[in-house]
C-alpha cells in the first residue's frame, strides 16, 4: 500500500483515479484545481509537505487543444511549469511522480503507430506543451513515470462519447471525421492501469494507457450509436477538412503497448469492449 495524492482530482480523469485507489483500498488525497493550482510552486511544496504522499498523479491539465494555440503561455504554465513544479517538491520529498500525457506528442504520419521511445514531434500548441510536461516528468531521477494516453472517454465530464451518447438518444443524424485513427480509452481504464503500474514496482519511464486496437471518430461515433440501441446509419462519414479547427490534430496517433510487457503487465484491452463494458455506466450518469 502506498500513500496517494492526485490533483486535477475532479477532472474526468482525476475524479477515475481516485475511485480506482479507493477501490483498491489505497489511501488516496484528492486535490482539485481550487485545493491546489500546480502553477504556484509554493503551494505544491506546501501540499506535498502536508500530506507526505509517496506517489503523485498529476491528472491536471490545461485541455483545451484549440485555445492552446493562442494562448500557449498559459498552457505551458500549467502542463509544462506546473509539472516541473511537481517533478521538484517530489525530488525534495522522495516521492514518485506520474504525470499523465497525450498521443498529441506525436505527429501522427507514421501508419505503424508509435512505440514509447519513437521520437516526439508534436503538431500543435497543446502537444509542444505536453512534451514540456514529459521532460519535467521524466528528469526526477528514477522516480518520473510519464502514462500517455489517448481519446479518453468517462462518466465524469464531457468528451466525445458522451456527446455521441446524446445524440444517439435523440436520434439525431451526426457527422463524424473519418480521416484520423485512433484508440478510444476508458478513463476508468487508464486508472486501473496506473495502479498496477505503481503496484508493480514497475521502471520509471515511458508508458501507453490506452486501448488496443484503433479506429476513427466516425467508427467509435457508429458503435455509441449501436450500443444506445441507435441506427448506426445515421452516422455520416465526412473529412477533417470539414471541420476546420485551429489547432491541427495528428492523422494516425495508434500507439504501441510493449512497455507493459516488460513491466510484466498485460495493456489495456480492446477499445470495442472496453466500450461495451463503459456504456451501461455511461448511460446511466447521462
Ligand atoms: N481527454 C482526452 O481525450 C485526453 C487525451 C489524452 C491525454 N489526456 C490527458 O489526460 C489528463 C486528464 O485529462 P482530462 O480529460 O481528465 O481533463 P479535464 O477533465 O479537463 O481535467 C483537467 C483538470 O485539471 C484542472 N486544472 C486545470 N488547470 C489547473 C491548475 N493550474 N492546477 C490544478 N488543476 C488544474 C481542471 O480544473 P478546472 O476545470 O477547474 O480548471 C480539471 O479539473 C490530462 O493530462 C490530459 O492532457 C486527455
Redesign the pocket.
Known sequence: MSRWLV????????RDMCLALQRHGEPVTA????E????DAAAVAGRLREHGPDVVV??????AVDAAEQHEAQAL???GT?AANLAGACARQGARLV??????VFGGDQPRGYAEEDHPAPLNA?GRT?LA?ERAALGLPGAGYVV???????A??P??VAAMIGKARAGSPVRVVADQRGQP?W?LD?AAQIVALIRAGARPGVYHATSTGATTWHGLAREVFRLAGADPGLVEAVPSAAYPRPAARPRCSVLGHGGWARAGLAPIGAWDSALALAMPVLLAGR
Open positions: 490533483t486535477g482530482a475532479t477532472g474526468m480523469l482525476g486535490l482539485g484545481h481550487r491546489l493550482d500546480i502553477t498529476n491528472c491536471a491539465a490545461w485541455t504554465a500549467v502542463n506546473g504525470q499523465i500525457s497525450t498521443d498529441y497543446y505536453k510536461g500517455r494516453t489517448a481519446w479518453l472517454y468517462g465524469h465530464g468528451n466525445f480509452t478513463s487508464v
